[in-house]
């Protein structure tokens, strides 16, 4: 069984040391994701007067068959940040995904070959069963707009240019594409862009953890989420590790020897500090650059996750940032607290949003322009430290209830 190996990934970098990892095709990221499916808390919805999304959470769980992942599917790799965790007293968390045949190939990220997630990639197939036209490939360069409403849009599929004409239009480009289109056409589109900044640390263990086998991510440490960092382990697949391990090649090849001993910790951190699209000759040019306190945060949830490691028995703690730091004690550990990492560290963001929600109205319907609405992560306000899959789905769900009036 063969992984799809990112058949359908991009990666770009937005700012110093920032790669964007999203997906391409049909489906978007919710065919690489690692399943994760997590609501947002009620409060911060009440404070976005979001309070609707509650409801549409409900009925996309049910439709994507969300549920708590059993403790009996916790791989080596889970169960032991889980031991970390407890032996810090940190509040962790169990999660729920939308898998329903999983074998724990473990490879999500890559693409699964197996399709055993209820995800926008399954539920646009059975689409077409019920008769949507769907065009692979196509790219969409400009909306046609005429005295405020939409009229179709334009692009390219198979070299050539063509036009569609529409009166209505949604736009479900992810949060980066779907503003810079907008960009075209409203003023107001293109700020507010948001990223989650993220690090990685590696736990080496005495003895085998083998962290690409079984479900890569299961449980979270949630114990600082107010402060907006989220951590959770993810797979050491030995194709994507290879990718990003920096050092030497002699410290890389050490590694590598090692990796079935890896354990890997992801440090999300929310960063509201705005960021903004705009089209340049029809390509995103962001300009985002991570701010100060999401450095701040980075330097804390690195530390905590160390710290986590090394309560849960690894012999090393590995940080691959341009220099690798190495630590081998808690008391190592407390010093990365005032370590921020610098712009030439490697750092990835899978959970970009904003850019529309400054023109949008609780429909996703876009400054007014008739018939033109979005229905993906532009429209989230902020960053949440969160994983946002979930909420695409109902913000989508909650749109095209009210397009179609039910
Ligand atoms: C490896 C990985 C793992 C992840 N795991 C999780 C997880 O476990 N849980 C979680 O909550 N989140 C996860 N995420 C994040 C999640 O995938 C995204 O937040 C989510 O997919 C965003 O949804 P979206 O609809 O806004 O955009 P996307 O999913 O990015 O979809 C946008 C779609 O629009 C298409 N598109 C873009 N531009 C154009 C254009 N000009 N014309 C036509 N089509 C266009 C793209 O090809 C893509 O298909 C993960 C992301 C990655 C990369």
Redesign the pocket.
């Known amino acids: 069984m063969l992984p799809q190996l990112r058949l359908g ?1 991009t990666t770009a970098t937005i700012a110093p040391g920032l790669m964007l ?10 065919t ?7 609501r947002i808390p009620e409060a911060t919805l009440r404070r976005w007067g979001s309070s609707a999304l509650i409801k549409a959470y409900d009925d996309v769980e049910a439709l994507l068959s969300v549920r708590d992942i059993p403790r009996s599917d916790l791989s080596r790799l889970n169960t032991l940040f889980l031991q970390g965790g407890r032996a810090l007293s940190y509040r962790m968390r169990r999660l729920r995904d939308n898998r329903d045949s999983c074998v724990g190939a473990g490879f ?2 890559l693409g699964c070959a197996r399709q055993a997630r209820v995800d ?1 990639g399954r539920l646009l197939h059975e689409a077409q069963q019920h008769g949507a036209h769907l065009i692979q490939g ?4 400009g909306l046609q707009v005429r005295k405020r409403r939409i009229q179709g849009v334009e ?1 390219i599929a198979d070299g050539r240019q063509f036009s569609i004409k529409a009166d209505r239009v949604i736009l ?4 980066v ?2 503003s810079m ?1 907008a960009t075209g056409v409203s003023r107001g589109a293109g700020h507010g862009l948001f990223f989650h900044p993220t690090a990685r640390v590696l736990g080496l263990f005495p003895a085998p953890v083998v962290g690409w086998e079984g479900i890569p ?1 299961s449980v979270a440490c949630v114990q600082f989420v107010d402060d907006g960092i989220w951590l959770s382990p993810s797979s050491t697949h030995p194709a994507t590790l290879a990718g990003w391990l920096p050092g030497s090649t002699e410290a890389r090849a050490h590694l590598l020897g090692r990796m079935r001993s890896l354990a890997l910790c992801e440090v999300a951190v929310a960063d509201s500090a705005v960021g903004r699209v705009r089209s340049h000759r029809g390509r995103p040019q962001v300009d985002y650059a991570v701010s100060a306190s999401a450095r701040a945060a980075l330097a804390k949830g690195v530390t905590e996750a160390a710290r986590l490691w090394l309560a849960a028995g690894a012999r090393r703690v590995v940080i691959p940032w341009a220099e690798p730091a190495i630590l081998n004690t808690l008391a190592d550990a407390e010093l990365l607290r005032t370590a921020l990492p610098s712009p030439e560290d490697p750092l990835i963001s ?3 949003g904003g850019g529309l929600a400054a023109v949008s109205d609780e429909h996703g319907e876009i400054d007014g322009i008739t018939g033109l609405h979005a229905a ?3 429209l989230l306000p902020e960053a949440t430290a969160v ?4 909420t ?1 789905y109902a913000l ?1 769900w909650r749109v095209a209830g009210a397009l179609t009036g039910q």
């Open positions: 990934g990892e999203s997906g391409t095709g049909p489906g978007g990221g919710s690489m994701s690692l399943g994760v499916c997590q999500c990220a926008a196509a790219k969409v360069t692009g479900a480009a992810g949060a594409m779907s289109l991510r899978r959970w970009p993906d992560t532009a994983p946002p899959i979930l695409a989508g």
